[in-house]
Every structure is written in structure tokens, then in C-alpha cells.
């Protein structure tokens, strides 16, 4: 079992950048592919970014390309997701989750979730 608990969330303006983390609990962090999701009011939960086991394989979804990198360290057991040029419609709160499968965008494949952690991007 994996416990997962983000952090760095925060108030920023558009245009501005943030760096959130995501710690996770137990020894076989590094078995799992990690994705980080979102969640507006009033909107469904929608997949960001995910990085394979390694880290050698990521994927993000088009809203994001070319602003959000996703990174992990094993040895931390730790995944990161650096967000720039931050716009409005990125406000939301963004959760990590574990999948003991491959690279998978459906947030129905993984396992384990965070709390989530809010992120608010002000015009």
C-alpha cells in the first residue's frame, strides 16, 4: 500500500510558476507510475501528467504541454510537478496518484490518491 500526500500548492498570478510535491509512504514507490490530476469546481477530474516508473517515459495532456514538467526521485520517493506560465483555467485542485500498471490516463487505472492540494491562479 502506498499513502500519498501533496504539498506546494498555493495563490499565484497568471503568468507565474509553482512547484508541487507529491511524498509517498512504503518501499515500492518506484514500482509505481505516478500521475498527477485536477479537479475544478463543478468540473470532473481530469488527467495532467504522468511519468512512468523510471521516469524515463512521460506524458501530459495538451492543456499543459510545453508549461507543466513532471519529475520523480525514487531515492525520495517523490514526484514533482513544475508548473509555469500559469493561466486561470489552471486553477484547481491538483491530486497525485499511484498505478501499479503501465502509463495509463484514466483515473479510474490508479490506485492510490492524495488529499489533493489548491492550486489558485488570479488574473
Known amino acids: 500500500q502506498v499513502q500519498l500526500s501533496e504539498s506546494g500548492g498555493g495563490l499565484v498570478q497568471a503568468g507565474g510558476s509553482l512547484r508541487l510535491s507529491c511524498a509517498a509512504s512504503?518501499?515500492?514507490?518506484?514500482?509505481?507510475?505516478m500521475g498527477w490530476f485536477r479537479q475544478a469546481p463543478g468540473k470532473e477530474r481530469e488527467f495532467v501528467t504522468a511519468i512512468s516508473w523510471s521516469g524515463g517515459t512521460t506524458y501530459s495532456a495538451d492543456s499543459v504541454k510545453g508549461r507543466f514538467t513532471i519529475s520523480r526521485d525514487n531515492a525520495k520517493n517523490t514526484v514533482y510537478l513544475q508548473m509555469n506560465s500559469l493561466k486561470p483555467e489552471d486553477t484547481a485542485v491538483y491530486y497525485c496518484?499511484?498505478?501499479?500498471?503501465?502509463?495509463?490516463?484514466?483515473?479510474?487505472?490508479?490506485?492510490?490518491w492524495g488529499q489533493g492540494t489548491q492550486v489558485t491562479v488570479s488574473s
Open positions: 496518484a499511484a498505478d501499479l500498471g503501465p502509463l495509463r490516463v484514466g483515473a479510474g487505472s490508479y490506485d492510490y
Open positions: 512504503g518501499r515500492t514507490f518506484s514500482r509505481y507510475t
